[in-house]
């Protein structure tokens, strides 16, 4: 048998009868994979509690931004901006501590010396 006889046995009537047609087009290609952390409707399908979750974050970003620009009008203003002002009872303890505090590190002592040389900083 030749090659001419198998070219006209298929494309004879009764074997192009029983084939299948041929496709059209290019044929089906795969679906571009969509990034969630970029798009949100293909987050919306991973998780569903996603888009309210983003509308909170929107609104709660805009009432910040809100209150902010008041405050600084306030400021801007001379108005007082609302920040707690400490007592003087709270700054009489805080100077007593930060005395003692200068006091406890200007320590000098037998004990403090041998440290002294130990650390290698003895003068």
Known sequence: ?????????????????????????????RVLKKNPLKNL?????LNPHAASARRNAVLLSERRA?????RLAKIRAGQPSGAAKRT???KK?????YGQL??????????????????????
């Open 1 to 29: 048998m030749a090659n001419a006889d198998v070219t006209r046995l298929i494309n004879s009537d009764e074997v192009q009868s029983v084939v299948n047609a041929p496709k059209d087009g290019p044929g089906k290609h």
């Open 41 to 45: 409707g293909t987050l919306v399908k």
């Open 66 to 70: 809100k209150e902010r620009a008041e």
């Open 88 to 90: 003087e009872e709270q």
């Open 93 to 97: 303890i805080a100077k007593s501590f």
């Open 102 to 123: 200068v006091v406890d590190s200007e320590y000098q002592g037998e004990d403090y010396e041998v440290f002294d040389r130990w650390l290698g900083t003895a003068q």
